[in-house]
C-alpha cells in the first residue's frame, strides 16, 4: 500500500489545519491507519489511530480533544482534523497504515506502510 500524505502548512497558535492521506488500494480499507509526528531533534511518536472501520479510535493523551482522526474508505483516504494548535505540535506528521493489536497500537513498528510525511508548523 502507498500512502501519500498532504495539508501540512505554517499557521499561528489556536488555528486548525486538516491533514489527508490517500491511499494506492482498496485493501487500505481493511487495515488499522495512524498518524505519527517528529519534531526536530525528537523521536517519531503516536498521534492517533483508526481501526478499519473508523469506529474505534486512540488518542495521544497530549492531543486528545483537539485531534480527530476519521478515515473514507470509499476514497482510500485517512485524515487528521487538528484544531486549536500550539507551537509543540510542530512537526512532521506521517500516516501509516498495519495490522497492529491493541497493545501495539502507539507503536510505529508496528506499522509497516508509510507515507512520505507533511510538515506542521505552528508559530506563537
Known amino acids: 500500500v502507498q500512502l501519500q500524505a498532504s495539508g501540512g502548512g505554517l499557521v499561528q497558535a489556536g488555528a486548525s489545519l486538516r491533514l489527508s492521506c490517500a491511499a494506492s488500494e482498496r485493501t487500505f480499507n481493511t487495515y488499522t491507519t495512524a498518524w505519527f509526528r517528529q519534531a526536530p531533534g525528537k523521536e517519531r511518536g503516536f498521534v492517533a489511530a483508526a481501526r478499519w472501520s473508523g469506529s474505534n479510535t486512540f488518542y495521544a493523551d497530549s492531543v486528545k480533544g483537539r485531534f480527530t482522526i476519521s478515515r473514507d474508505n470509499a476514497k482510500n483516504t485517512l485524515y487528521l482534523q487538528m484544531n486549536n494548535l500550539q507551537p509543540e505540535d510542530t512537526a512532521v506528521y506521517f500516516c501509516?497504515?498495519?495490522?497492529?493489536?491493541?497493545?501495539?497500537?502507539?507503536?510505529?513498528?508496528?506499522?509497516?506502510?508509510w507515507g512520505q510525511g507533511t510538515l506542521v508548523t505552528v508559530s506563537s
Open positions: 501509516a497504515a498495519g495490522r497492529p493489536i491493541t497493545s501495539t497500537m502507539r507503536d510505529s513498528a508496528a506499522y509497516p506502510y
